[in-house]
């Protein structure tokens, strides 16, 4: 397998002369089996550029395409309305998500293409459109991937993807906060709430889920947005620090962690020793710990993970 990073910044695109190394589209990452098979997860603005890369390989011949959304926050979609391949007759796109219902997913998609915001809404859009509701613990193949979503917590809720294909396997992990406030059912402005006995056991039981599923994983992709010092002011935001992501992977045995979803406010200079001091302190246990920016592509595999 081989993942590209097509957008690595969360909660909004912050294109100018400080993100210009680490780049400033938001999360989009394309995952490619050996024979060629593809998917996509997140679809961010970093999307565009992957869609006109796809669009140049098919010759304007109409594809599929697999969609895995982690949850429907405008970094994670806005790109879908400026994927070029959308706009080739016969292509069709499929989009899972986490969602109650799969119509309901339709109508969120369809509602950031409402006239009022766009000037084509998604039924003239000449792909073809279907929905697919994603259920953590309940596993699916597309082509050579084999699917595991993974409940992560988020406000409203997110979910994680392990992905298993060629012998080899990378998983998804945005976004999420640690799991020591309840985020997934509540607003993020209403901050902490005290925890009942059910909310713990909820808490861990996600937590040792995740830890589950990461188990033997060759590479882990993580929201790591806020600095420590920046997570103890917003607690309650729904994202994780390097620090949360690096104990992660080390209690699930992972030996490669790759950081993701990066704060906006990160300059280039300030994500070169993010990526520094986070390189030298997974080398002390083991770790070898990548920052990701626009366009890295890594190839996945025990070997590559040496
Ligand atoms: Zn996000
Ligand atoms: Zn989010």
Redesign the pocket.
Known sequence: MQITFWGVR??YPVPGAATVRYGGQ??CVEVRSASGDCVIVDAGTGMRQLGNKLAREAGGQPGLYHVLL??V?W??IQGLPFFSPAYIPGTRISVYALLTAANELDQVIGGITRHEFFPMPLEAVPAQFDFHQVEPGVDFVIGAFHVTPIALNHPFGSVGYRIDGDGSSVAYV??TAPFDQVLHKQHFLSGPEPLSEDDKLALTAMRDALLARLRGVDTVIY?T?FLPEEYARFPHYG?STPDQALEMCAQAGVKRLVLY?HAPSHTDDQMDQVAANYLAMGAKIGIEVLTSFEGMSLPIGPEAAR
């Open positions: 969360g909660s938001t999360s982690s949850h926050h970094d994670h945005a976004d929201d947005h994202h979803h």
